[in-house]
């Protein structure tokens, strides 16, 4: 009599035992604090879709609204049909642009990283032989004192002679991204000036140049 009732004890005991020591519900914990850490990275910046910007894709610069501009991506136009051509904002919000790709310092790098030196280009093709690569230039034609983004750069090769080709992504608020002009591919051997890559309104286009109110935009893959 005694040994049946030992025995539904000792299987309800050993049941027991088996769900409290399940390691189930601790990996199902730690699989979703890793997805957590992988979104929250603040070195890598994101796409519309939550995806790392990565160096082989290409992407729209899609402007939020907020911005002071409302135009709508990126492209490229002639200044009295010279080339190469300047890099303009669309001025209707309905039109997304040329794609871009961005080329790292690192070409070993598999994702963007913010705050460092990198390449912009254009993924598209012009009437001019010169490169869609973006780089800083001074006046332009439009007068002194002023720096704005002109196509006509090289990937790659850094140092003094192409110091003007280098850009920076860096992160605005919790969504919002933009491109910064302060490379330091040369630090010590040259100077440069830095600014913020924004919105200069001037002969009815939006010229990208450096200046205090920067163009805030999220990636959008193309």
Known sequence: MKLKLLIPTL???LISSFYITSPQPLETTTTITAGIDAITDT??????DGHEVQPGLKYHITPIQSNDSSGGGLSLAS??????????QENTQLSNGLPLRFVPLDTKQNSITLSSDLNIL??????CVQST????????????GKYY????????????????????????GDIGY?????????????????????????????WLALGDKPLVFMFQKA
Do not use: Y
Not at 79 to 88: A, E, H, Q
Not at 122 to 127: C, E, K, L, R, V
Not at 149 to 172: D, L, M, Q, Y
Not at 195 to 203: A, F, K, R, S, T
């Open 11 to 13: 299987l309800s005991t």
């Open 43 to 48: 070195s890598i910046p994101f796409d519309s």
């Open 149 to 172: 983004v002109r196509s006509g750069g090289v990937v790659g090769r850094p140092g003094v002679a192409t110091v003007s080709n280098w850009f920076r992504i860096e992160r605005v």
């Open 178 to 206: 933009k491109i910064v002009f302060c490379p330091s591919v040369c630090s010590g051997s040259c100077k440069v000036v830095c600014g913020d890559v924004g919105i200069l309104e001037e002969n009815g286009k939006k």
């Open 79 to 88: 200044r009295d049909g010279i080339c190469p051509p300047f890099v303009v």
């Open 133 to 144: 690569v973006w780089r800083v230039i001074s006046g332009g034609g439009f007068g002194g």
């Open 122 to 127: 254009f993924n598209a093709a012009t009437i």
